[in-house]
């Protein structure tokens, strides 16, 4: 199976800060890889698929990068409605695998 | 607009069965890989099984932890996606997601989620 590790798992930061979470996979995945946003009590949200394609409706200041077995995903300027749980995921191959998880909290 | 709703969990005694139901609408639910999903409380996301549409067969794929004791079904008359799950132990409790999924040539992401039911397993 392929083993997904997230980094940092709790990163605490300000309305305005550029952020960035990393996410590595135990072999390579290409660009197969999505990143979901969860906030507390809701359902996770599609952020990102293939690396770098931003789901509909996603706001511009969330990007994707990254081939192979490291990826990053991006918040230019963060804002109050970003806080939250993300979660990468590579679908190269069954069983899907998820990262750990970062938390995204108020500094 | 893409809806998807679970029902089915509830409280079971290790050991026990217990199944999952989830009624999808907004979407041709026959064309479409459907996954299950769970998270156990506080923790992270963990995919469970995954079935594909009618124009594969309905292959089915599952995580180590339930493969023999979960079994992933579809009516595509009643679009309607479960999840049997005999032998239940403590470590299965978590919050159950269905979700609808699209796919490349491999393998398929999670674009769309349910809210979740919770299933509890203890005596």
């Known amino acids: 199976d392929i083993q997904m590790t997230q980094s940092p798992s709790t990163l605490s930061a300000s309305v305005g800060d550029r952020v960035t979470i990393t996410c590595r996979a135990s072999q390579s995945i290409s660009t197969w890889l999505a990143w979901y946003q969860q906030k507390p009590g809701k359902a996770p949200k599609l952020l990102i698929y293939?690396?770098?394609s931003l789901e509909s409706g996603v706001p511009s200041r969330f990007s994707g990068s990254g081939s192979g077995t490291e990826f990053t995903l991006t918040i230019s300027s963060l804002q109050p409605d970003d806080f939250a749980a993300y979660y990468c995921?590579?679908?190269?191959?069954?069983?899907?695998?998820f990262g750990g998880g970062t938390k995204v909290e108020i500094k | 607009e893409v809806q998807l709703l679970e029902s089915g969990g509830g409280l079971v005694q290790p050991g026990g069965s217990l199944r999952l139901s989830c009624a999808a609408s907004?979407?041709?639910?026959?064309?479409?890989?459907m996954s299950w999903v769970r998270q156990a409380p506080g923790k992270g996301l963990e995919w469970v099984s995954a079935i594909s549409g009618s124009g594969s067969g309905g292959s089915t794929y599952y995580a180590d932890s339930v493969k023999g004791r979960f079994t992933v079904s579809r009516d595509n008359s009643k679009n309607t996606l479960f999840l049997q799950m005999n032998s239940l132990r403590a470590d299965d409790t978590a919050l159950y997601y269905c979700?609808?999924?699209?796919?490349?040539?491999?393998?398929?992401?999670?674009?769309?989620w349910g809210q979740g039911t919770l299933v509890t397993v203890s005596s």
């Open positions: 907004g979407f041709t639910f026959s064309s479409y890989v």
């Open positions: 995921q590579q679908y190269k191959s069954y069983p899907l695998t």
């Open positions: 293939k690396a770098s």
């Open positions: 979700a609808k999924d699209t796919c490349t040539d491999t393998s398929c992401y999670c674009d769309y």
